[in-house]
């Protein structure tokens, strides 16, 4: 069974910083990509962004492309969300998300598990 769990969302002025973690288990993390959404109040989950471990290199949305960045901790099995220079439109509920389909994956049906999400505010 595949688990994802988040971490790390909370309050933050514009221009701050928070690092989102999601955790996995080592099983999940060797075979799965993981990538991250979020979803607004009212709008559609979007794409923010997916850490290709297979080929090494990491994808963004072109909304966060050069404020966010994707890590990952082999040893811990966990990725990370980086956010910075963060915005009022950035606040929603952030989501952690694997897919076995490989290569970059952004579209959310593309995703076969879900973790319980991290809400993100950031006031102006």
């Known amino acids: 069974q595949v688990q994802l769990v988040e971490s790390g969302g909370g309050l933050v002025q514009a221009g701050g910083s928070l690092r989102l973690s999601c955790a996995a288990s080592?099983?999940?993390?060797?075979?799965?990509?993981l990538g991250w959404f979020r979803q607004a109040p009212g709008k559609e989950r979007e794409f923010v962004g997916i850490?290709?471990?297979?080929?090494?290199?990491?994808y963004y949305a072109d909304s966060v492309k050069g404020r966010f960045t994707i890590s990952r901790d082999n040893a811990k099995n966990t990725v990370y969300l980086q956010m910075n220079s963060l915005k009022p439109e950035d606040t929603a509920v952030y989501y952690c998300?694997?897919?076995?389909?490989?290569?970059?994956?952004?579209?959310?049906?593309?995703?076969?598990?879900w973790g319980q999400g991290t809400r993100v505010t950031v006031s102006s």
């Open positions: 998300a694997a897919t076995g389909r490989g290569g970059i994956r952004t579209d959310k049906d593309e995703y076969d598990y």
């Open positions: 080592a099983r999940t993390f060797s075979v799965y990509e």
């Open positions: 850490d290709n471990w297979r080929e090494t290199t990491t």
